[in-house]
Nanobody, 118 residues
Framework: VQLQASGGGLVQAGGSLRLSCAASGRTFTRYSMGWFRQAPGKEREFVAAISWNDNIYYADSVKGRFTISRDNPKNTVYLQMNSLKPEDTAVYYC?????????????WGQGTLVTVSS
């Protein structure tokens, strides 16, 4: 599967953005999807995930502010980000794997940059 992330940009603190990740192929429903981010000088970290059977997981740092969802007919997963903080600034990556709860994701998109100004 190939993944194309989009929707990043520059936003002020407290603002919102919605990221999208479009997947190729006809078996999107068989994939669990995840969002990760990597800030400058830091390691990549988990943000949110939605399994192929719609279980949802969030990092503690984004709970209550971010919402992950998927639109299977559109082969797309979304990350709605509200109440953004400067510390949310990072390159955001989407990922896919066939495991219900992946420990490692097999497929990665190219990343989209989110910059939150204070």
């Amino acid at each position: 599967v190939q993944l194309q992330a989009s929707g990043g940009g520059l936003v002020q603190a407290g603002g919102s953005l919605r990221l999208s990740c479009a997947a190729s192929g006809r078996t999107f429903t068989r994939y669990s999807m995840g969002w990760f981010r990597q800030a400058p000088g830091k390691e990549r970290e988990f943000v949110a995930a939605i399994s192929w059977n719609d279980n949802i997981y969030y990092a503690d740092s984004v709970k209550g502010r971010f919402t992950i969802s998927r639109d299977n007919p559109k082969n797309t997963v979304y990350l709605q980000m509200n109440s953004l903080k400067p510390e949310d600034t990072a390159v955001y990556y989407c990922a896919a794997d066939t495991a219900v709860v992946p420990t490692q994701y097999s497929y990665w998109g190219q990343g989209t940059l989110v910059t939150v100004s204070s």
